[in-house]
DNA sequence: CTTCTAACA
DNA sequence: TGTTAGGA
């Protein structure tokens, strides 16, 4: 398929697609028209990457991992195992920050929680909201 | 009409 | 990333 279908099927702009690429995350073949010609495998690919970037994995280390993942099997393929450190590290990484935003959405419901609707008497603070807030 | 590369009021 | 120019 061409870069516009796998745009209209993945949600990703094709701008994005073309930047992945070049960031070494997809190769596509090339037809003689010099059209990018992807596989079907290219959907769950993008699906992959766009999971492992918003998680926070730098694309060079993406990069060395999709070719490790060929299958539907787990575990990395043979030849791959060097990366195991690295994947740790991402892994503890997100732990420690979903621990982070853990404690934020306690602080939040602690706050929320304690504080009674329709506060007869706000507490002090002249300013302007700095947003519209929305009324419904 | 679709895609390509390169570049940025 | 979006957008756009200039081509194929």
């Given amino acids: 398929m061409r870069i516009g279908e796998l745009a209209r099927r993945t949600g990703i702009s094709e701008r994005a697609l073309r930047y992945y690429e070049e960031q ?4 596509p073949a ?3 028209s010099g059209y990018r010609d992807y596989d079907e495998g ?7 990457i766009r999971t492992l970037l918003a998680a926070g994995l730098p694309t060079a280390l993406i990069a060395e991992l999709l070719p490790c ?4 099997t787990a575990g990395l393929a043979p030849g791959c195992p ?3 450190p690295y994947l740790e590290k991402e892994r503890d990484r997100i ?10 959405r306690s602080l939040l419901n602690a706050i929320i929680a304690a504080t ?3 506060n007869p008497n706000p ?10 807030l929305a009324t419904r």
Avoid: K
């Fill in 24 to 27: 070494g995350l997809l190769r």
């Fill in 30 to 32: 090339r037809r003689p």
């Fill in 42 to 48: 290219a959907v769950d690919t993008v699906r992959d």
């Fill in 69 to 72: 993942m060929v299958n539907g």
């Fill in 82 to 84: 060097e990366l195991v």
């Fill in 95 to 104: 732990s420690a920050a979903i621990d982070d935003l853990a404690r934020t």
């Fill in 116 to 118: 009674p609707p329709e």
């Fill in 123 to 132: 507490p002090v603070c002249d300013r302007e909201p700095a947003v519209e």
